[in-house]
């Protein structure tokens, strides 16, 4: 009925118009008739496929803030190292780090210096590409600063000569990373999208080589202090054994004035109570006297920890944290251990913030920075 009455409408209209232009143009009832249905069917059209896109929109928004992020400044920049010579007039600029930054407009006052164990990659997506801990951050107006350090990804520029073997390490990655206890089964409830093989493919390939000893460490450390006094006073978000050499950097330098360590699986001792370096272990511990130690003190750090790790590696390695935040807090720090089941988040991996849940992990983490006075604009 409605097309009907738009048809005849139509046909009125441009009858009226041709008459106007002294043109002798003959419309017959069906054409327009046809003309105004596919005009019908063209808005009809029009409204669902807005409708769809606005539904692609809202489900991109899962992610985050969907609004446009605005930089005032990004690019990259060398910290640390040093120059060797060959013994005659030709040298060697090695073993430092590789540091690249992103600014908002609208900066808060202290930054985030992002430290991976694996490849910076755990920081910029989720494991399904939804967005990782490098946007949330930046919409969320801090500074962001990934680091790679030497010998590392974009630092690979070494000083020492070293040889590269294959390691066949994706299933043991697997049960490292606790997505199961063996290759294949996963965890009930795992925050990874299972059914999704790409997933699995990129989380496999998201690997630098790694130098996993004391002296490299100490020599990441160094460089890492040096691009910690040119940033200015930053919080270190770490994973894995970027939490150890955060923590040996704090050391170096006072602008690391918090830590956010997502399961380190190293940690620093003070000689005093009875503990010894362990040069051969790749995660330590590393022991130094009481009053270098207390330098940790002197700032609030978490060691945060997921799901299911009773039973595997990272079992003890969770008691240890808890003695270590307990040696810092009977030494006049602060320091805590924050086990994500135990405030309601299930399913976690060793690298929570590439997690389905990680703007929860996310959410948390601000918490932390709010709690400690860290999160405010100059």
């Known amino acids: 009925m409605i097309l009907t009455v738009i048809s005849h409408t139509a046909t009125n209209y441009l009858l009226q118009v041709s008459d106007t232009l002294g043109c002798n143009i003959q419309f017959k009832w ?30 991109c928004s899962k992610n985050g803030d969907s609004t446009q992020i605005q ?22 600029s090695c073993d430092h780090g590789h540091v690249e930054y992103l600014i908002p407009k609208k900066p808060r006052k202290v930054s985030l210096f992002m430290w991976h164990s694996s490849s910076v990659s755990v920081w910029q ?26 010998g590392v990804g974009r630092a690979n520029w070494g000083c020492e000569s070293h040889s590269y073997s294959p390691s066949f390490m994706d299933q043991g990655n697997f049960i490292a990373w606790r997505f199961g206890k063996s290759p294949g089964e996963w965890f009930p409830g795992i925050q990874f999208p299972i059914e999704d093989k790409e997933a699995l493919n990129q989380a496999m390939r998201g690997r630098y080589l790694e130098f ?12 890492a202090s040096k691009a910690f006094d040119r940033i200015g006073p930053t919080v270190a978000l770490t994973n894995s054994a970027g939490g150890w050499r955060a923590l040996m950097t704090r050391l170096k330098s006072d602008n690391v004035v918090g830590i956010v ?8 001792f003070p000689i005093e109570n009875g503990y010894i370096t362990d040069k051969d272990s790749p995660f330590g511990p590393y ?17 945060v920890f997921g799901d299911n790790t009773q039973d595997t590696q990272w079992e ?13 807090n009977e030494n006049g720090g602060d320091a805590e251990v924050l086990v994500l089941p135990e405030v309601g988040l299930y399913g976690n991996t060793h690298i929570p913030m590439m997690d389905l849940n990680n703007i929860e992990v996310a959410d948390l983490l601000s918490e932390w920075l709010k709690r400690k006075g860290l ?3 100059p």
Not at 71 to 92: D, E, K, P, Y
Not at 125 to 141: A, C, M, V
Not at 261 to 268: D, F, K, N, R, S
Not at 293 to 300: H, K, M, S, V, Y
């Open 316 to 328: 003890p390695r969770l008691e240890r944290a808890r003695n270590f935040a307990r040696i810092i």
């Open 287 to 303: 022991v130094v006297p009481l009053d270098e130690f207390n330098r940790l003190t002197e700032i609030p750090i978490q060691l």
């Open 212 to 223: 996993d000893t004391l002296d490299n460490a100490l020599l990441q450390s160094n460089a």
């Open 125 to 150: 997506n989720r494991w399904d590409g939804g967005e990782g801990f490098q946007t949330i951050f930046l919409r969320r107006g801090y500074p962001i600063y990934l680091w790679d350090g030497p």
């Open 261 to 268: 360590a997502y399961e380190t699986p190293g940690l620093i």
């Open 71 to 92: 930089l005032s400044a990004m690019g990259s920049f060398s910290a640390g190292g040093i120059t060797i010579s060959n013994g005659s007039n030709l040298s060697l």
């Open 375 to 377: 999160d405010v604009y």
């Open 30 to 59: 069906y054409q327009i008739e046809f003309m105004n249905f596919m005009k019908s069917l063209t808005r009809i059209f029009n409204y669902f496929f807005t409708n769809i896109l606005l539904l692609i929109l809202a489900s």
